[in-house]
């Protein structure tokens, strides 16, 4: 059971690059999330998506862009890239209905911009 | 706007004591739900315990307790007999509903720190 995919694990961008983070769950939930992690830090809300067919803003959606493609996926892109972005990007799903269904979170992608 | 404080950045237990992780939360909404989760150095969120709004009695899930206060908006997470293995970042989440649907918040994390 793969849970919570997340591609890359790592990346290296320049300033200006963009690029898109895929998440993929494989337990039928409803919501997903796009989670920043910067060092020592906690998990600071970028988008989230309710359910298939709706996104809407966290507390930092600046310099991001969503799309829940289906109900399994839900990629984050950034379109260009600054070093401020430089951080560790968590995606997470729960069920949504009910409300003691924890979130299941991916591995994580460290990205780095230079 | 719901909010999450954890107040202490770092904390030390003795190996086999039991500790006490504060968390404070600020809602507006009579429904909602408390989360911890831990994160150990490799980086992974593991889900640690889960506390209703309308729950009657505290959550317990083995060694970890939620010390639940509602009036004082409090859910503090507790944990018996310290383990080495226990060393970890824990955070606190919440979950509202709001408009959009059901969102989740976390607080800026504890550093546990396990001593031998």
């Known amino acids: 059971n793969a849970g919570v995919t997340q591609t890359p694990k790592f990346q290296v961008l320049k300033t200006g690059q963009s690029m898109t983070l895929q998440c993929a769950q494989d337990?039928?939930?409803?919501?997903m999330y796009w989670y920043r992690q910067d060092p020592g830090m906690g998990l600071r809300l970028i988008y989230y998506?309710?359910?298939?067919?709706?996104?809407d803003k966290g507390e930092v959606p600046n310099g991001y862009n969503v799309s829940r493609l289906n109900k399994r996926e839900f990629s984050l892109r950034l379109e260009s890239a600054a070093p401020s972005q430089t951080s560790v990007y968590f995606c997470?799903?729960?069920?949504?209905?009910?409300?003691?269904?924890?979130?299941?979170f991916g591995q994580g992608t460290r990205l780095t911009v230079v | 706007a719901q909010k999450i404080t954890q107040t202490q950045p770092g904390m030390f237990v003795q190996e086999k004591e039991a500790v006490t992780l504060d968390c404070t939360y600020d809602t507006s909404d009579p429904s909602y739900g408390l989360f911890w989760y831990k994160q150990p150095s490799s980086g992974e969120m593991i889900f640690l315990i889960y506390?209703?709004?309308?729950?009657?009695q505290n959550a317990t899930e083995g060694r970890y307790s939620l010390n639940f206060q509602k009036a004082r908006k409090s859910a503090n997470l507790v944990i018996s007999a310290s383990q080495l293995g226990d060393s970890a970042m824990y955070f606190c989440?919440?979950?509202?509903?709001?408009?959009?649907?059901?969102?989740?918040?976390f607080g800026g994390g504890t550093r546990l720190m396990v001593k031998p």
């Open positions: 337990m039928n939930h409803n919501s």
């Open positions: 997470a799903s729960r069920e949504g209905q009910g409300r003691n269904t924890e979130a299941f």
């Open positions: 998506s309710a359910s298939e067919g709706t996104t």
């Open positions: 989440a919440m979950r509202v509903l709001n408009n959009a649907g059901n969102m989740l918040t």
């Open positions: 506390q209703g709004s309308y729950d009657q």
